[in-house]
């Protein structure tokens, strides 16, 4: 009987709009190569362009924290493991899951910032910052580098 205590059916679901609406998600593969750092870039500023059409940003800011965090992502891919990556991009309830799988099965580590050696030693703390989330995930073949960030 329709209406009935338990007849979940006929409810209205507050995830309805999750369930009707396909939730966006792209994967790119890269060489490794250190020009593949704009393209990490580029690929997720089309995957934004893409979701901003039926989700804009709940803040202007989120683009762009997203875009430095891919090409953080990609270019610690580049310099610390050997061959290709993979970036990929998911719209999540409240935001963007970003994960870039290298080859390198050592996880990432912060480092001290040294301007004296050619800098660097800022972005896993950028990466920290910015994500609500941070997990890294290795295995024989490599490490998952698991990000979300509000949108």
Request: charged share 20%; with cysteine; net charge negative.
């Amino acid at each position: 009987m329709p209406g009935r205590k338990g007849d979940m059916a006929s409810e209205p679901r507050w995830d309805k709009t999750l369930a009707s609406e396909a939730i966006p998600s792209r994967s790119t593969s890269f060489a490794g190569e250190p020009q593949n750092v704009t393209g990490a870039r580029l690929a997720a500023e089309g995957f934004l362009r893409d979701l901003a059409r039926t989700a804009p940003p709940a803040a202007p800011e989120y683009w762009d924290d997203i875009l430095l965090v891919v090409t953080e992502l990609a270019a610690n891919a580049v310099q610390y493991a050997p061959g290709p990556f993979a970036l990929r991009m998911r719209r999540t309830f409240d935001g963007v899951h970003v994960t870039v799988h290298d080859t390198s099965s050592t996880p990432p580590a912060p480092r001290p910032f040294d301007p004296r050696h050619g800098g660097g030693g800022i972005g896993w703390h950028l990466v920290h910052a910015l994500c609500d989330q941070v997990s890294v995930v290795t295995d024989d073949g490599g490490k998952d580098i698991h990000v979300f960030l509000p949108w």
